[in-house]
């Protein structure tokens, strides 16, 4: 069975900086792209970054600028590194992943979600 654990939520104040950081475990074959949503209280689920299993990256232009995502494919492990957090920024943010558990079995896993909440 595969599992996405995210860590490093939390409060922090504006300007600061968080890094959050997600691990896949189980039983993976590969990984295709590795995402990060967030969702704020009574707003829809957005892509905040994404990092193909070659390393190319996109970002949310609300984001862009301040956010990188990174990888560690022997790990199986994605980052958010968060810069110049803004109150908005604040939300459950989850880790997402297409994952492959042979060569032909495919399917999109979600973590369990962490908090981030920027406030003075």
């Known amino acids: 069975q595969v599992q996405l654990v995210e860590s490093g939520g939390g409060l922090v104040q504006p300007g600061g900086s968080l890094r959050l950081s997600c691990a896949a475990s189980?039983?993976?074959?590969?990984?295709?792209?590795m995402n990060w949503y967030r969702q704020a209280p009574g707003k829809q689920r957005e892509l905040v970054a994404t990092i193909t299993n070659g390393g190319s990256t996109n970002y949310a232009a609300s984001v862009k600028g301040r956010f990188t995502i990174s990888r560690d494919n022997a790990k199986n492990t994605v980052a958010l590194q968060m810069n110049s957090l803004k109150p908005e920024d604040s939300a459950v943010y989850y880790c997402?992943?297409?994952?492959?558990?042979?060569?032909?079995?495919?399917?999109?896993?979600w973590g369990q979600g962490t908090q981030v909440t920027v406030s003075s």
């Open positions: 189980g039983s993976i074959f590969s990984i295709n792209n």
């Open positions: 997402n992943a297409y994952i492959y558990t042979d060569a032909w079995t495919y399917k999109n896993y």
